[in-house]
């Protein structure tokens, strides 16, 4: 059950992070991905595991920070 989040999850990332480097123009973002070899799957899906991995730490220590103010609001 929990790989299959995991691997859920790094494909939802691999996928929108392919759409924005794709289709959306570098003068909305301020980057870009180049050069476009960067947009093989490898890579995309490679950039999804980290952005999973960075994103579960940030809700592990927004959890751990946020610990007080939910205890005082009981």
Same mark, same amino acid.
């Given at each position: 059950m929990l790989? #299959? =989040?995991i691997l859920s @999850?790094?494909?939802i990332n691999s996928m929108i992070l392919y759409i924005v480097a794709k289709y959306i123009?570098?003068?909305i973002l301020g980057?870009?991905?180049t050069p476009i070899n960067a947009l093989i799957p490898e890579m995309i899906v490679l950039?999804? @595991?980290i952005f999973w991995f960075? #994103?579960?730490i940030v =809700?592990?220590? @927004?959890r751990i920070v946020t610990l007080p103010l939910r205890i005082l609001t009981l």
């Open positions: 790989i #299959n =989040k @999850a790094i494909l123009p570098v003068s980057f870009s991905i950039l999804g @595991a960075m #994103n579960d =809700k592990r220590i @927004a």
